[in-house]
């Protein structure tokens, strides 16, 4: 194989392209890989969609009319002690 001298502009414009064909490559020759792929995008559509609609419901949506009440809230939260209590 015989290298050639190439200006560094078009090396830098063909890093993208050359990253981009590995990739497709790896992915084009898997097996067990595009299986254990989808097993891990379905968990992570159950853990952040589905479980955020039914577990972790708008709790300032629910308890504040206004911007500033939502942010007072989180204020007084954040900077309240350890030893003071549950959320009012």
Known sequence: M????TKKENNLIKVPD????FYRDGF??????KKLWKIILIKLFVMFVILKLFFFP???N???QTNT???????EQITRTASSGKLK
């Not at 015989?2 to 001298?5: E, H, P, R, S, W």
């Not at 009440?69 to 204020?75: A, H, Q, R």
């Open 2 to 5: 015989v290298f050639k001298y």
């Open 18 to 21: 050359h990253i981009f064909t």
């Open 28 to 33: 084009k020759g898997m097996v067990l890989g």
């Open 58 to 60: 708008n709790y300032l």
């Open 62 to 64: 629910t308890k504040f």
């Open 69 to 75: 009440e939502k942010g007072n809230f989180v204020l």
